[in-house]
């Protein structure tokens, strides 16, 4: 069975570009989370999906980032304009029963 | 609020040591205790869990128990080898039909071995 698949590993953009960065979970899992890891700090929940549905999106930082999730399957995250705070690594997670996440490589986003 | 605090790395360690890595959390309510592991290159593992005060996670020779009256969580392992060079994350949360599960972690600790 195939894992949480991200893309792309790594994306280097320029500061007030836009970047979207793509998750695949594994297959039936409903639970989505996206994460990111600023620069050695901890990493950080942004935000969780249900299905297609939002569930919790305390932790999104700012309406730079909008996150979607058409047809409860892969889900993407846009950052537009990104700035250069935005830097760091970005993690995708899916859970069936939300007992257990499973993580993807991560995305390291560079903006400069 | 809900956090985590572990301790600073790099831990660098020669072969067959013994490792802790001290974790202790600050939490409204009764968490689930976790530690994530990153190996290189890789996107972070479930290495053990707790989910009640005293219960012990174990998992590839690692263990950690939940001690509710310090609140900590540290991570050890009898005799460390090469292979467990990684950076370490605790993490807790709050799973339940009410709760957002979201995971809260730690800045992460980065352990070297050296042979």
């Known amino acids: 069975e195939a894992g949480v698949t991200q893309f792309p590993s790594h994306s280097v953009i320029e500061k007030g570009q836009t970047v979207t960065l793509r998750c695949d979970p594994i297959?039936?899992?409903?639970?989505l989370y996206w994460y990111r890891r600023v620069m050695g700090k901890e990493i950080k929940f942004l935000l969780h999906f249900v299905k297609e549905s939002k569930q919790d999106e305390s932790g999104m930082p700012n309406n730079r980032f909008l996150a979607e999730r058409t047809g409860g399957t892969y889900s993407t995250l846009k950052v537009q304009p990104a700035e250069l705070e935005d830097s760091g690594v970005y993690f995708c997670a899916s859970s069936q029963d939300r007992s257990r996440q499973f993580f993807g490589p991560g995305t390291r986003l560079t903006v400069l | 609020g809900n956090s985590v605090t572990q301790m600073e790395g790099p831990v660098t360690l020669s072969e067959e040591a013994f490792l802790t890595i001290n974790c202790t959390y600050t939490a409204t309510g009764y968490p689930s205790l976790f530690w994530y592991v990153q190996y290189p290159g890789e996107g972070l593992q479930l290495l053990l869990k707790a989910t009640k005060a005293d219960d012990k996670g174990s998992n590839k020779g690692f263990e950690a128990t939940y001690r509710k009256e310090t609140t900590s969580f540290h991570l050890e392992k009898g005799s460390v080898q090469v292979s467990d060079s990684a950076v370490y994350f605790c993490a807790l949360s709050f799973s339940g039909s009410y709760n957002t599960d979201k995971l809260i972690f730690g800045t992460g600790t980065r352990l070297q071995v050296f042979p």
């Open positions: 297959s039936g899992h409903d639970n």
